[in-house]
């Protein structure tokens, strides 16, 4: 399923992407770390970061605990956004959920 997915997304089909993964859900499929960072990387490059929030919170509901990649993916989308008061509580929340910031989250 992932690597479906992750080809849905590089061809901006994020609606099929996003369907694909309530596919997975339906059939008892629990998506790993990488169909969720990839889901929240598409919706942050594609200006969706309501939907790439979401996300989060849904990994974070069935048991998925983000990563360094997650929060990049997300402060992405904040700074494209313009965002940019949410991508600096979004740091923080990072720092205390103990994900240590990165070179890439601090050139985003």
């Not at 970061?49 to 849904?58: I, K, N, P, R, S």
């Amino acid at each position: 399923y992932t690597s479906l997915l992750r080809g849905m997304c590089n061809l901006g089909k994020w609606k099929e992407a996003a369907g694909m993964l309530s596919q997975m859900l339906e059939n008892n499929i629990a998506p790993d770390i990488i169909t969720y960072n990839t889901l929240v990387d598409m919706f942050s490059k594609e200006g969706m970061v309501d939907e790439a929030l979401a996300t989060l919170h849904l990994m974070i509901k069935r048991g998925e605990a983000p990563n360094i990649v997650t929060y990049n993916a997300l402060l992405d989308g904040y700074c494209l956004c313009g965002r940019m008061d949410e991508a600096s509580k979004l740091m923080d929340l990072m720092v205390e959920k103990g994900c240590k910031p990165d070179l890439v989250s601090f050139n985003t």
